[in-house]
């Protein structure tokens, strides 16, 4: 593929500023300045620095964030920041999108892809992947609501019932629960369905990935392992 194209895929801008920042000599490629935007590489593997910052070519990007409360999953935030003021603009222009919403005082796990695909197996209704989330209450949760979340809930306006597994109550007002949708505000819904009210929602796993070992606010690349476990893919071993 071309430079001038390599640069432009991977988020640095459109293609004329990409030629620029290659004429200007702020590309290199092993160690070399490339200033010849129209010179073409392979692009397994193919690593390159841009003024001195080191990247790695890829196809398609799948990031872990760990989202702090306060922020909205849309581009255009209206009431708080928005989760995208997070990631570097290099994201941004590949246009990555969030893999199904958390409200804006939900913290833990999100994803966030440029990939279509990924983001259709994760979201479809009937992929069925299941959200695994800790759960503080404003009240101690009952075995009668434990029971209830388990056996299933309607929700306004949606067809269905909704249940819950792996309902683990950890203390008296905070419990452990896996959906297997993702509909508006599920499980503030569910939890008001059995008569309850969250306190405050923590997302702790997708698929077979847990929150990988990060800082709130702070995000990384899955590698494909993650990326598989995250599509409910058990790996290989
Ligand atoms: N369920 C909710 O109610 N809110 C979220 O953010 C995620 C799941």
């Known amino acids: ?5 390599i640069l432009q895929s991977q988020g640095f ?7 620029q920042l290659i004429k200007n000599g702020a590309i290199c490629i092993e160690n070399q300045v490339c200033d010849n935007p129209k010179q073409n590489f392979n692009l397994g593997q193919l690593h390159f620095q841009v003024f001195g910052e080191d990247y790695l ?4 990007v799948y990031i872990a964030l760990n989202k702090p409360s306060g922020y909205e999953c849309s581009h255009q935030a209206t009431h708080h920041k928005s989760v995208f003021s997070l990631l570097p ?11 199904g919403r958390l409200d804006q005082d939900t913290t833990g796990l999100l994803l966030l892809t440029d990939d279509g695909q990924y983001l259709q197996s994760l979201t479809h209704p009937r992929k069925h ?14 075995t009668e609501q434990k029971q209830q979340l388990e056996l299933g ?3 306004r306006n949606e067809k269905g019932v909704y249940a819950a597994t792996g309902v683990e109550l950890i203390s008296e007002n905070h419990l452990s629960m896996t959906i297997h949708q993702g509909v508006y505000h599920q499980v503030k819904r569910m939890l008001a369905a ?37 599509q409910n893919i058990q790996l290989d071993v």
């Open 89 to 99: 603009e290099i994201l941004i222009h590949r246009g990555i999108q969030c893999v």
């Open 129 to 142: 992947v299941p959200k695994v989330y800790h759960v503080t209450t404003a009240d101690p949760v009952t």
């Open 57 to 60: 070519y890829r196809e398609h």
């Open 13 to 19: 801008g459109s293609r004329k500023y990409c030629q």
């Open 153 to 155: 809930v309607e929700l």
């Open 1 to 5: 593929m071309l430079l001038e194209k």
């Open 194 to 230: 059995v008569g309850n009210k969250v306190e405050s929602l923590h997302r702790h796993q997708i698929g077979l990935l847990e929150l990988p070992r990060l800082d709130e606010g702070e995000y990384l690349y899955l590698t494909p392992s993650q990326k598989q476990l995250s």
